[in-house]
């Protein structure tokens, strides 16, 4: 793995609104099981497998932000909830050797954190709020994580800044370019900013797609949008049935010859629309395992 770090919403709720924020039009109501609930006895086995597993990453402290632990803890907590994972599986960052790779990710829930992580380990960056969250503030502290304020418009410049000499050193960045959560894959729009990032340092950019389903079919029960709490969408993970956690990775794309607002576009179209993009791609190659790193951004 290289040294990578994610900046988005991250699924901070209740803070003051900042001038990085994105209002979606999704709410707790928009949340719903697409089968019918396992017993309440079920529920309960899962809740107290996923206390253990949480429990278990908070014991490891620092030593979480160590690639290999923290990808058997993301599964670990994904495996407690009764989840199962499909999709990608060799990682997303394009060969070494060059600039590291920008992964834009589309959000939907809280647990589209673990569902990166369990398929290659990141570092994550986040909106300062995320560190007061149950269970996944102190996960997230643990594992490394650097907390920025999105309520300083000063922030951006030197952010996109420091995130391009990061990709430009060879690590990757991930991040969520809609800067909010929505309650299924096809919605939002993609913010350009980190997008300058990569062209600024001649980085490749990943498009990746997670999406949830419930014996097959498309469920938004996992979502976490508008003034949802922790609690209750743990609840609803908790009861759901046959959920599954797809993690697609698309075709890498190349930024010479375009600008932020066509690069921007066309990872919008793959992770949203689950489309290929048009143009020049990079071809897919598992990562090269290399020594994490942390950066403060």
């Known amino acids: 793995?290289?040294?990578?770090?994610?900046?988005?919403?991250?699924?901070?709720?209740?803070?003051?609104?900042?001038?990085?924020?994105?209002?979606?039009?999704?709410?707790?109501?928009?949340?719903?099981?697409?089968?019918?609930?396992?017993?309440?006895?079920?529920?309960a086995r899962r809740s107290a497998a996923f206390a253990r597993a949480v429990r278990r990453a908070l014991t490891d402290?620092?030593?979480?932000?160590?690639?290999?632990?923290?990808?058997?803890?993301?599964?670990?907590?994904?495996?407690?909830?009764?989840?199962?994972?499909?999709?990608?599986?060799?990682?997303?960052?394009?060969?070494?050797?060059?600039?590291?790779?920008?992964?834009?990710?589309n959000h939907i829930s809280w647990l589209d954190i673990p569902a990166l992580l369990a398929v290659e380990p990141v570092t994550l960056l986040a909106k300062r709020e995320v560190g007061t969250w149950p269970v996944v503030g102190g996960l997230a502290r643990r594992a490394g994580t650097y907390f920025i304020d999105r309520s300083n418009p000063r922030q951006l410049t030197c952010t996109v800044g420091e995130l391009a000499d990061i990709l430009a050193s060879?690590?990757?960045?991930?991040?969520?370019?809609?800067?909010?959560?929505?309650?299924?894959?096809?919605?939002?729009a993609f913010r350009r900013a980190t997008f300058q990032a990569a062209l600024d340092a001649g980085a490749p950019v990943r498009p990746v797609t997670v999406d949830y389903a419930q014996g097959g079919r498309p469920s938004t029960v996992a979502a976490f949008c508008g003034e949802d709490t922790f609690v209750a969408s743990l609840r609803r993970v908790l009861a759901a049935r046959a959920l599954a956690i797809r993690v697609t990775a698309h075709p890498a794309l190349e930024g010479q010859g375009r600008d932020r607002?066509?690069?921007?576009?066309?990872?919008?179209?793959?992770v949203l629309g689950g489309r290929a993009?048009?143009?020049?791609?990079?071809?897919?190659?598992?990562?090269?395992?290399?020594?994490?790193?942390?950066?403060?951004?």
Do not use: Y
């Not at 990578?4 to 994105?22: F, H, S």
């Not at 607002?261 to 793959?270: D, G």
């Open 1 to 43: 793995m290289t040294g990578e770090a994610v900046i988005g919403d991250a699924v901070t709720k209740g803070a003051a609104p900042g001038p990085w924020d994105v209002w979606s039009d999704c709410t707790p109501d928009c949340a719903a099981h697409a089968l019918p609930r396992v017993p309440v006895t079920h529920a």
């Open 277 to 297: 993009p048009a143009g020049p791609a990079v071809p897919i190659a598992p990562p090269v395992p290399q020594p994490a790193a942390r950066h403060h951004v």
């Open 61 to 105: 402290g620092g030593r979480m932000a160590d690639p290999v632990r923290l990808r058997t803890h993301a599964r670990a907590l994904i495996a407690a909830l009764g989840i199962r994972r499909e999709g990608a599986a060799d990682g997303f960052t394009v060969p070494a050797g060059g600039p590291g790779t920008l992964i834009v990710v």
């Open 261 to 270: 607002r066509e690069l921007a576009a066309l990872a919008e179209r793959a």
């Open 170 to 188: 060879g690590r990757s960045v991930a991040v969520f370019p809609q800067a909010t959560t929505w309650c299924t894959a096809g919605q939002g």
